[in-house]
């Protein structure tokens, strides 16, 4: 399981789950340049703050773009809130990574921590460039409707950040479809096929 191999088949299977649900304001895939601003608010419902956008900043890194990080949990102050909305206004895109992990037995992981939860409603009605990517559960779109672009990703893996940063980049195509509906918003076997660094269609 943890030979080459394997590694090689996770990645494969990572690229062709990602799943652009919303792409309304056109941000996919981003246009970047090495001076563009761009901040990521992560929020994340476990405890790890300290580690958990590693992989993801890593490879937007290896993309050519920098961008500043700031992780909100259940145990953030309206001091890092502030803070985080402070970056995310001097920012040209924002991109909102939400590690929402749904765990059986706690209910409290289907929702994100109020903290993220109130920072990401802010910047919606700033209207701010956002782009909202799940690392979990699909669903929190349904919490987040004002959202113009949803990525969902499904898990937090390292191949799954991976695979969300290179199709943000224009790197790979996005070709996943939702295994689930989103009642109200989206059917299941929704996702618009997006193709690296080309024009967008949607069945």
């Known amino acids: 399981v943890s030979g080459k191999q394997a590694g090689v088949l996770a990645e494969e299977i990572a690229r062709h789950a990602i799943t ?3 792409n309304d304001a056109g941000l996919l895939p981003l246009k970047l340049t090495p001076a563009s601003k761009v901040f990521n608010l992560a929020i994340t419902n476990g405890d790890d ?3 958990i956008t590693q992989t993801f900043n890593g490879t937007m890194s290896r993309g050519g773009i920098k961008m500043e990080t700031i992780v909100l949990d259940d145990r953030s102050s ?3 809130v502030k803070k985080a909305l402070d970056a995310a206004g001097r920012a040209d895109v924002v ?11 706690q209910a409290r992981s289907v929702a994100l ?9 802010e910047l919606l009605d700033r209207r ?7 690392f979990g559960n ?5 919490s987040f409707p004002k959202l113009q672009t949803y990525l969902v990703a499904y898990g937090d893996m390292p191949s799954l950040q991976t695979a969300v940063g290179e199709a943000l980049l224009g ?3 996005i070709t996943g479809r939702l295994p689930i509906s989103l009642p109200g918003l989206y059917p299941l076997g929704a996702g618009i096929q997006l193709k690296a660094n080309s024009a967008q269609s949607q069945e």
């Open 95 to 105: 991109l909102v990574s939400m590690y929402g992990r749904v765990r059986s037995g």
């Open 20 to 22: 652009l649900v919303r």
């Open 113 to 121: 921590p109020e903290p993220g939860a109130k920072a990401l409603n």
């Open 78 to 80: 309206e001091g890092e």
């Open 49 to 51: 703050r300290l580690w």
């Open 128 to 134: 701010k460039p956002v782009v909202g990517i799940s």
């Open 171 to 173: 790197k790979n195509d």
């Open 138 to 142: 699909p669903y929190l779109l349904m």
